[in-house]
C-alpha cells in the first residue's frame, strides 16, 4: 500500500498595485522569466495564481508549497531581487523592492 504525496494547503496574501498599472504587470508576468520560474520551482512552488480586484487595484496570490519547500530562500536569491526591482515601479514595495505583503487569514478550504 502506498501513501498519498503529501500536498500543503494553500498559502494566500494580498499585494497593492499602483493605479494604471494593471495592464503592464499581466504583460511582464506573461513573459515570466525561464530563471525566475526555475527558481520558483526548485523553492518547492507547485501552483501559484495571482488575481486583481481592479476596482482596488488589490492582487491577491495563492500558492501551494511542496511539503519540503524552501520558500524562505527565495528572497536570497539573484533572480528574485532582479524580479523585484523590475516590478517595483508597478507596486507597493518595501525599501528593498520586496513587494510589500499582507498575509490573508484561511477561513474555509476544500478540497474534493
Known sequence: MTTPKAQSRPLAFRMQLKP?????YERRHDELWPDLAEA???????????????????LFAVLRLRPDHKK??????PVMKRWWDFMADLMEV?????????PLKPVFY???
Open 20 to 24: 494604471g498599472v494593471a495592464a503592464e
Open 40 to 58: 520558483l520551482r526548485d523553492a518547492g512552488v507547485h501552483d501559484y495564481s495571482i488575481f486583481l480586484d481592479e476596482e482596488t487595484m488589490s
Open 72 to 77: 524562505d530562500a527565495l528572497p536570497l536569491q
Open 94 to 102: 518595501h525599501p528593498d523592492n520586496k513587494p510589500v505583503e499582507w
Open 110 to 112: 476544500f478540497e474534493g
